[in-house]
């Protein structure tokens, strides 16, 4: 069925489970395409079913034989995050001079601080600011369509603030975004690739102030450097989670269940039994359940 250069009609009870298992190895073994390209095109096939199984029930059989074909295992890599002389050399690499400078070093500090994906950032207005909270927080758009409330640091609050009085005003529009360019005299938001491009800049000045940089810089990097710095201060995978807005603790426990040699010295050190009489936190019924599942 799936034969390179056969032209033949293929219907939708044709995907079934045992023909789709057969695309994955045909995918894999034949094209020797990528774990993650064959997955992809398994889940547009699976969605493709979903959406005939809704328009006709003769196909609904197919689709859920199809749900039980899983796709691929990809093999983990490292996590690539900045180092902290890298996030400290970004964060300064804008200057004051200009606005639009000032503007970028304010995306920068909150991207990070709030471990915000690219659109997520772009897609702020005004009123998802809450600084005169109690606790001061930041109300984020994320995948989905789902929103999550993320406190911000004190220090952030304090450049917001500043920020909000120089580009929007004393009585700033709620709904206008945050961070904008002016056009032809007309405000409009930021897109994703103008953000990289920002970072990208940066990057490369530090690179030229003698800064090492990683040779491939992208935005999403900033996330996974706040969460890896919380993650290496003791903060619970289950508060990272919710930070980062994963549904499920496996999604963040598979980016940042691992630890550099540094952590694991420290860690080491910690648990060294030698001259010490402390009650250990792995006897602790509740603690050692979570270890285990972690």
């Known amino acids: 069925m799936w034969q390179e ?3 033949s009609a293929v219907c939708f009870h044709d995907l079934d489970r045992e023909n ?10 034949v094209k020797a395409w990528s774990p993650k390209t064959c997955n992809l095109r398994l889940t547009a096939v699976k969605a493709l079913l979903s959406y005939a199984s809704e328009e006709c029930m003769d196909i609904t059989p197919v689709f859920v034989s199809s749900r039980t074909v899983h796709g691929l295992d990809i093999p983990g890599s490292e996590i690539r995050y900045f180092e902290d002389c890298q996030m ?19 995306m920068l500090i909150l991207g990070y601080d709030a471990a915000m994906r690219v659109g997520e950032l772009t897609g702020l207005k005004v009123c998802d600011l809450h600084l005169d909270a109690e606790i001061p927080y930041i109300r984020i758009l994320g995948k989905g369509g789902k929103y999550r409330s993320v406190p911000i640091m004190k220090r952030t609050v304090g450049h917001l603030r500043g920020y909000l009085r120089e580009f929007h005003g004393n009585i700033p529009d709620p709904v206008s975004p945050l961070f904008y ?14 953000i ?11 690179r ?26 003791g903060c619970p995978l289950s508060y990272i989670q919710q930070m980062l807005g994963h549904e499920n603790i496996s999604t963040t426990s ?3 269940a691992f630890v550099t040699l540094d952590t694991l010295a420290k860690a080491l050190e910690r648990t060294n039994p030698e001259g010490g009489n402390a009650e250990k936190n792995w006897k602790d019924k509740k603690i050692s359940e979570a270890l285990y599942r972690l």
Not at 20 to 29: E, S
Not at 93 to 103: H, V
Not at 208 to 228: S, W
């Open 254 to 256: 598979g980016f940042y």
């Open 5 to 7: 250069g056969k032209d």
């Open 181 to 194: 360019a002016v056009t032809h005299g007309m405000r409009h938001g930021l897109s994703d690739d103008c």
């Open 196 to 206: 990289q491009k920002v970072l990208k800049k940066y990057a490369e000045k530090c």
């Open 20 to 29: 789709l298992k057969d695309y994955l190895v045909w995918m894999a073994d």
């Open 88 to 106: 400290k050399a970004l964060l300064n690499a804008p200057g004051k001079e200009k606005r639009s400078e000032r503007r970028n070093k304010m």
């Open 208 to 233: 030229k102030e003698g800064v090492p940089m990683p040779e491939d810089i992208y935005f999403h990097m900033l996330r996974k450097t706040r969460a890896m710095s919380l993650y290496q201060e």
